[in-house]
């Protein structure tokens, strides 16, 4: 196979599928459908409120997947003694960001779910990172951590509540100068929030000041772990994308520890999303611990940098079948793309354009 050749997702997907291959984790394949009641009782979790549905011959009510993570959760064993470590590309049917209306995506991700210790959050959190190289852009991955940022609000006195988070979500500090005088926090603990919440930077440019933020406000196990994973990250490989920001969040009612996006040059909204989900295993009456992510390949379909549709046009007049054959072969041999039309497209972007008269070049 001819990986240049391949139009930019399908090269993107065919290198996710070798990067997690390389790391152990199994190919996962499921049904296209699943009892809509999964999805009734989650739908905070997906990330588009539509779903397709339709009545089977049981009379039980169906719905075309929106989301892969649920269903594996659902088909899969509760083991909190070992890591189970799945990658998927499937197809899911919801509203794409790109057309606002129902379509096919192809989605890719992974999900590592049991015994979640540092090293597995941060070998997560990696191969989140090698993904994004894989889509021919520079990318950096912003990411915060819930736990980190719960443990702030209890030493402030704000409550983890859906409003707060989006005003953090936000960076909505006028909001937030207004709920702390509310509940009668002192100027000097808001003040402490909003410049925990105004921190941005590459990890290895911030850290040493969040470290310093934080210390004697977020438990030392807490701070631990987060500081530990945070400099292993930085000092890995793609070090230099990783970006650390509070106002990353997620929902609290599914999501705990770090969470993360990413973000590609050119693309408007993040082309990938994770994090910790124990507290929506929890929810779904399971001991293990979780964390994965996806990537949204239906983003970059829609941005995908194509200069060309083909390398070669060739253009015929007075040719028999074998001389347009013999120039068509002789081109593909050489690694090169061809489309052979009797005139020249309005709609196609080629890199060369042959005409062939009489069996040769002209």
Same mark, same amino acid.
């Given at each position: 196979?001819?990986?240049?050749?391949?139009?930019?997702?399908?090269?993107?997907?065919?290198?996710?599928?070798?990067?997690?291959?390389?790391?152990?984790?199994?190919?996962?394949?499921?049904?296209?459908?699943?009892?809509?009641?999964?999805?009734?009782?989650?739908?905070?979790?997906?990330?588009?409120?539509?779903?397709?549905?339709?009545?089977?011959?049981?009379?039980?009510?169906?719905?075309?997947?929106?989301?892969?993570?649920?269903?594996?959760?659902?088909?899969?064993?509760?083991?909190?003694?070992?890591?189970?470590?799945?990658?998927?590309?499937?197809?899911?049917?919801?509203?794409?960001?790109?057309?606002?209306?129902?379509?096919?995506?192809?989605?890719?991700?992974?999900?590592?779910?049991?015994?979640?210790?540092?090293?597995?959050?941060?070998? =997560?959190?990696?191969?989140? $990172?090698? +993904?994004?190289?894989?889509?021919?852009?520079?990318?950096? !991955?912003? @990411? %915060?951590?819930?736990?980190?940022?719960?443990?702030?609000?209890?030493?402030?006195?704000?409550?983890?509540?859906?409003?707060?988070?989006?005003?953090?979500?936000?960076?909505?500090?006028?909001?937030?100068?207004?709920?702390?005088?509310?509940?009668?926090?002192?100027?000097?603990?808001?003040?402490?929030?909003?410049?925990?919440?105004?921190?941005?930077?590459?990890?290895?440019?911030?850290?040493?000041?969040?470290?310093?933020?934080?210390?004697?406000?977020?438990?030392?196990?807490?701070?631990?772990?987060? =500081?530990?994973?945070?400099? $292993?990250? +930085?000092?890995?490989?793609?070090?230099?994308?990783?970006? !650390?920001? @509070? %106002?990353?969040?997620?929902?609290?009612?599914?999501?705990n520890g770090f969470v993360f996006r990413g973000f590609a040059e050119g693309i408007p909204s993040s082309v990938l999303s994770g994090g910790q989900y124990d507290t929506m295993m929890a929810k779904m009456k399971r001991k293990s611990g979780?964390?994965?992510?996806?990537?949204?390949?239906?983003?970059?379909?829609?941005?995908?940098?194509?200069?060309?549709?083909?390398?070669?046009?060739?253009?015929?007049?007075?040719?028999?079948?074998?001389?347009?054959?013999?120039?068509?072969?002789?081109?593909?041999?050489?690694?090169? +793309?061809?489309?052979?039309?009797?005139?020249?497209?309005?709609?196609?972007?080629?890199?060369?354009?042959?005409?062939?008269?009489?069996?040769?070049?002209?």
């Amino acid at each position: 196979m001819n990986i240049e050749s391949l139009q930019q997702s399908e090269r993107i997907l065919f290198a996710l599928r070798g990067l997690y291959d390389k790391y152990g984790y199994v190919r996962y394949k499921m049904n296209k459908f699943e009892e809509y009641d999964l999805y009734a009782r989650n739908k905070d979790f997906l990330i588009s409120e539509g779903v397709i549905t339709f009545t089977d011959t049981n009379g039980k009510l169906m719905a075309l997947k929106p989301d892969v993570t649920l269903s594996i959760v659902k088909n899969t064993k509760d083991d909190d003694s070992r890591v189970q470590k799945l990658y998927y590309n499937e197809n899911v049917y919801r509203v794409s960001g790109g057309t606002h209306s129902f379509k096919e995506i192809m989605q890719v991700g992974l999900e590592a779910m049991g015994d979640i210790d540092d090293y597995c959050i941060f070998e =997560v959190m990696s191969l989140s $990172a090698e +993904s994004l190289a894989c889509t021919e852009r520079n990318c950096i !991955l912003e @990411f %915060s951590h819930l736990g980190v940022l719960s443990e702030i609000l209890r030493y402030v006195g704000i409550p983890e509540e859906q409003s707060v988070m989006r005003c953090i979500g936000e960076k909505n500090a006028h909001e937030l100068t207004g709920i702390c005088a509310s509940l009668g926090i002192s100027e000097e603990k808001c003040a402490l929030l909003k410049n925990i919440l105004s921190v941005y930077g590459r990890v290895d440019e911030v850290l040493p000041e969040v470290r310093k933020l934080l210390t004697g406000i977020v438990s030392e196990g807490t701070l631990s772990s987060f =500081v530990g994973i945070a400099r $292993a990250l +930085s000092n890995s490989a793609r070090g230099e994308m990783y970006y !650390l920001d @509070f %106002s990353i969040v997620s929902d609290i009612r599914y999501y705990n520890g770090f969470v993360f996006r990413g973000f590609a040059e050119g693309i408007p909204s993040s082309v990938l999303s994770g994090g910790q989900y124990d507290t929506m295993m929890a929810k779904m009456k399971r001991k293990s611990g979780a964390i994965g992510f996806a990537v949204y390949l239906d983003m970059l379909e829609q941005y995908e940098k194509n200069e060309y549709d083909v390398d070669n046009l060739l253009v015929y007049e007075d040719c028999t079948v074998s001389q347009i054959k013999a120039q068509t072969d002789a081109l593909i041999e050489k690694g090169e +793309s061809v489309l052979v039309q009797k005139s020249i497209p309005s709609d196609v972007k080629y890199k060369k354009l042959i005409r062939l008269q009489g069996g040769k070049r002209i």
